[in-house]
């Protein structure tokens, strides 16, 4: 009897590993996509059903794309359509992941659990709407798939589409009547799931104008556009907190409310200018907007406090420029009423003499425009807010100057979401709606995020909107494009877009300085953007340097930038002039540049990335050594010769007594030293 149970139970053994032999044998032929091989194992008794590594072998085969042999194992009789791997998927969770409508409506017929759920809650619909498989949601949808079974986040399908940016899936819920104002634990609707995220603009690279149209999608399906959630923070306050002014602008301009407080008593206002980082733009555009700028605000230590005496107090530093939070504070003044008293001085004190309170307060009073005028203006606009009051002005029966004054000096075609979609447009070069938007009178002179949409095009290289906004804008608006004082031509020789250039007509500000002094050639040759520099110079740039400036040669010759200065010198800059250090071209030549280097001078050209310049500058202040240049097609041998071809003189010292054969011999350039030797000798 004893030798029995051990013939069973080696007998058991061996049919163990025999299976374990076949189902590996079956998952190896899957990866190789041996379909002969598989069904041969199938054949044999290999099971579909059984888990090996992480999964079965129709998800393996569905995984690899391998469409055959998953046609194969799902038309074997003992197929399991509901045998799931090591993540608790079904086949139907891969197949609508893998965006296979075919395998999913097999599953479906084969009796598929359509809600199944994996071990992060999803089910297959859920699926679909995290990975934009629009096709297979529909299919789901049209079968019956619930359209309300939430993941262990407690998302519904429509907030994860919205996460996720998947449009298609969005509108496929939406016309099937998912509850667009179905609740996470957290209180948050679909809508702010798919407000802009930091995440989904600048890591995933998901579109803008894709994630503001899902807002859209769901407003118009019914969301409640102030719906508030755990804290208290409505949509609006959400688009604060993500700094993203597209989607406060287009919240708005859907007139949500803009004064909606949260648990702490905030407003989205307050929100802008307590974050650590304030959101002075944010703010200004709410004030425009409407928003009550009067309501006190309650600080971490309990003390309650007028915004604009907020950001006198804990945001004005006195003898700094800080232009937003200025333009922000002169908009606060235009549109409140100051107080006769301030909260720090409104209570009883012995200490403290009533009239020198009050009469301080008074005179602080009378200096600010409490005119009649004023005053009617902060009431009307108090009667008209709640929600965006612009367009509850321009209806007015009034002249267009009134409405100006009301609007805060706004014109009438400033309509800030216009100009965000503006901007938008360029970035994505929907460059057909960016020319619709601006033939309907969309203004080019205003900036958002601190840029006019001339900029903007130029520093994402958009050539078309470029000349479109050329064409439309009067030439006396390219002069004083930014803060700096650049004109159009600056900022083309910023960004590096020589190939625009030529869409200018010809005028003299392309020697203009902006206010650092600097003209567009000049700028051109700082950033080391020699090929824009080289296009200025054809269309009559100046080569003289400005004083105070480092010569154009000198740094085309630091940067390796050969062919611009053989340029210079058949232009006539003397070979051997020097900067204020005594420099001539062939020092910073021979020396690669580090003779500016070494006194923390910038020479982009000789770096593939501004972030390898800024670590070159901590090695060198590390270590005390010599540059580490990252670029290798710096030409500073083709220079050397050039230069000594011209009538280089070797033999001239700078103000740290140093020849160029000192340079040489001081940067480790021995390569040179032999060259300028020789020169020396004739």
């Known amino acids: 009897m004893e030798d029995t149970h051990k013939d069973d139970f080696y007998r058991q053994v061996e049919e163990q590993h025999f299976a374990m032999s076949l189902l590996a044998q079956l998952h190896q032929a899957i990866s190789t996509n041996d379909i002969h091989l598989v069904n041969l194992l199938i054949a044999q008794g290999a099971d579909v059903n059984v888990k090996y590594g992480h999964d079965t072998a129709f998800i393996a085969a569905v995984q690899l794309n391998h469409v055959q042999c998953a046609d194969c194992i799902l038309s074997c009789e003992s197929f399991n359509p ?109 809508l702010i799931y798919a407000l802009p995220t930091h995440y989904n603009r600048h890591v995933s690279k998901k579109k803008l104008s894709a994630m503001l149209s899902i807002c859209e999608l769901v407003i118009n399906a019914g969301c409640h556009i102030n719906k508030q959630d755990k804290n208290g923070w409505s949509a609006l306050h959400h688009s604060v907190d993500r700094d993203c002014l597209e989607s406060l602008c287009f919240l708005v301009e859907k007139d949500c409310l803009l004064d909606v407080k949260d648990k702490s008593g905030h407003t989205p206002f307050h929100l802008c200018i307590m974050k650590s980082e304030p959101r002075y733009k944010m703010a200004e555009k709410l004030v425009y907007y409407g928003t009550k700028v009067n309501i006190d605000m309650t600080l971490s230590n309990g003390v309650t406090i007028n915004p604009l005496f907020y950001l006198c107090k804990y945001h004005l530093v006195p003898s700094t420029i800080n232009l937003p939070l200025n333009h922000l504070l002169q908009l606060l003044c235009e549109a409140q009423l100051p107080p006769l008293v301030t909260n720090d001085n409104s209570m009883w004190s012995r200490t403290l003499s009533m009239w020198s309170t009050l009469s301080r307060d008074i005179l602080i009073w009378l200096q600010s425009p409490c005119s009649l005028q004023h005053q009617s203006k902060i009431i009307i606009r108090n009667l008209l807010s ?111 877009v020589s190939s625009a250039i030529h869409l200018l007509p010809t005028s003299n500000f392309i020697n203009s300085q902006n206010k650092l002094g600097f003209t567009p050639l000049q700028t051109a040759v700082k950033y080391g953007h020699f090929e824009t520099a080289e296009e200025l110079i054809k269309h009559e740039a100046s080569i003289n340097s400005h004083p105070d400036s480092y010569p154009l040669i000198h740094l085309a010759a630091a940067s390796g930038a050969c062919s611009f200065v053989k340029l210079l010198l058949l232009r006539g800059i003397d070979v051997n002039s020097t900067d204020r250090f005594g420099n001539t071209p062939l020092h910073l030549a021979v020396s690669k540049g580090n003779e500016y280097l070494m006194l923390d001078i910038e020479i982009p050209a000789l770096f593939n990335h501004e972030a390898l310049a800024a670590l070159d500058v901590c090695k060198r202040h590390v270590t005390g050594g010599q540059s580490t240049l990252t670029r290798s097609d710096a030409d500073h041998a083709g220079i050397v010769q050039i230069l000594l071809e011209h009538g280089g003189n070797p033999l001239l010292v700078n103000n740290y007594n140093r020849t160029p054969t000192d340079s040489a011999q001081l940067f480790h350039a021995t390569e040179f030293v032999e060259q300028l030797k020789r020169c020396t000798c004739h």
Request: negative net charge; charged residues 15%.
């Open 82 to 190: 509901n045998a799931t791997n090591q993540f608790e998927s079904s086949p139907l969770h891969i197949a609508v992941k893998c965006g296979h409508t075919h395998f999913s409506r097999s599953l479906l017929n084969k009796g598929a659990d359509i809600d199944a759920v994996n071990n992060q809650g999803l089910s297959p619909l859920g699926v679909t709407a995290w990975h934009g498989t629009y096709h297979c949601a529909e299919i789901l949808v049209e079968q019956g798939a619930s359209l309300s079974v939430r993941d262990k986040l407690g998302r519904t399908p429509l907030m994860i589409a919205c996460s996720f940016v998947n449009i298609e899936v969005v509108q496929i819920l939406l016309q099937h009547g998912c509850d667009v104002n179905a609740l996470c634990p957290d209180m948050r609707t679909a």
């Open 386 to 496: 709640g929600s965006n009051i612009l367009p509850k002005i321009r209806s007015l029966p009034i002249g267009n100057n009134l409405k100006m004054f009301l609007s805060l000096g706004l014109g009438h075609n400033i309509l800030f979401f216009q100009l965000c979609k503006l901007h938008t447009c360029i970035v994505e070069f929907d460059n057909e709606t960016a020319k619709k938007l601006l033939l309907n009178g969309v203004s080019t002179d205003f900036p958002i995020n601190e840029k006019l949409p001339i900029e903007k095009a130029i520093e994402v290289q958009n050539i078309e909107m470029i000349a479109s906004i050329i064409q439309l804008t009067p030439a006396t608006q390219l002069t004083h494009l930014t803060n700096d004082g650049d004109n159009v031509y600056h900022l083309l020789s910023k960004y590096n």
